[in-house]
């Protein structure tokens, strides 16, 4: 199977124009990321980013992102900055980014850059725990063929306000276009990895309804050393501490 990023480079090669440049927008570069940010908030540490969809290569990263991950700029390649994505959130911003390109290529040359896309996911920082960033994109340049050639990239530290949950996709519409919020993602190109497995659903939704192991296991016609199992594997895999704690992360991260 094909390495992540690998996958990554593939979504973006379908909607990327192939020059590496249009008109001279390169020379007011500064001007241009000026008057995009303004439609982005940042409600909290923030750095800004240039990415170059046709050459996969950043071509700005502002000092921002030592604050945020505590990495130096040039540190900051495309590929290292997908590296630091929670593993668990890998596949889930990768079937986005394929929704992404879908929607963008689905819309009139002239409203593409009326939107903004907005994902929440989990980032490793460089003491190698994670925090929760907003992610939000929006389209800065377009080849004649109305493919992409850069997006402009903010992301914002919100590990205050969103600790647990999965990633959520919304395309925002600027300027009077209408948003599409919380989007269904149709065709999953990347397969997601379930936290639980189809039994383990089961035995947590009974303990849900305060069933013991005994009650549990006649119920599903399994030992109760079966069961106790498949608590306690439950319990090591989600790195929690008690029942409790399990219910509460199954039900903020829809395991159940």
Same mark, same amino acid.
Request: hydrophobic share 40%.
């Given at each position: 199977m094909p390495e992540p990023f690998d996958i990554a480079k593939k979504i973006w090669e379908t909607y990327s124009a192939e020059q590496a440049f249009a008109g001279d927008k390169k020379n007011n570069l500064v001007l241009d990321l000026s008057?995009?940010?303004?439609? !982005? !908030?940042?409600?909290?540490? !923030?750095? #800004?980013?240039? !990415?170059? #969809?046709?050459?996969?290569?950043?071509?700005?990263?502002?000092?921002?992102?030592?604050?945020?991950?505590?990495?130096?700029?040039?540190?900051?390649?495309?590929d290292s900055l997908f590296d630091k994505i929670h593993p668990e959130d890998q596949p889930i911003f990768l079937n986005y980014e394929n929704e992404l390109g879908k929607f963008l290529l689905?819309?009139?040359?002239?409203?593409?850059?009326?939107?903004? #896309?907005? #994902?929440?996911l989990r980032m490793r920082?460089?003491?190698?725990?994670?925090?929760?960033?907003?992610?939000q994109a929006m389209v800065f340049d377009i080849g004649e063929d109305g493919k992409l050639l850069r997006s402009l990239g903010v992301h914002t530290d919100i590990g205050y306000l969103k600790v647990e949950g999965k990633p959520t996709l919304?395309?925002?519409?600027?300027?009077?276009?209408?948003?599409?919020?919380?989007v269904q993602v149709g065709q999953q190109l990347i397969p997601l990895k379930e936290t639980l497995s189809k039994r383990e659903k089961e035995v947590l939704?009974?303990?849900?309804?305060?069933?013991?192991?005994?009650?549990?296991a006649d119920k599903l016609h399994v030992s109760k050393q079966t069961v106790d199992t498949h608590r306690k594997n439950m319990l090591v895999r989600t790195d929690s501490r008690s029942s409790a704690?399990?219910?509460t992360k199954a039900i903020r991260n829809g395991w159940v």
């Open positions: 008057q995009r940010l303004i439609h !982005f !908030f940042q409600a909290g540490e !923030f750095y #800004v980013y240039l !990415f170059n #969809v046709s050459t996969l290569e950043m071509e700005y990263m502002s000092q921002g992102v030592e604050k945020v991950l505590g990495y130096r700029p040039e540190e900051m390649t495309i689905s819309l009139p040359k002239e409203k593409i850059f009326k939107y903004k #896309v907005r #994902v929440d920082k460089i003491d190698g725990t994670y925090t929760r960033i907003l992610h919304s395309f925002v519409g600027l300027e009077g276009e209408p948003s599409y919020i919380n939704l009974l303990i849900m309804e305060g069933m013991q192991s005994k009650a549990i704690e399990l219910i």
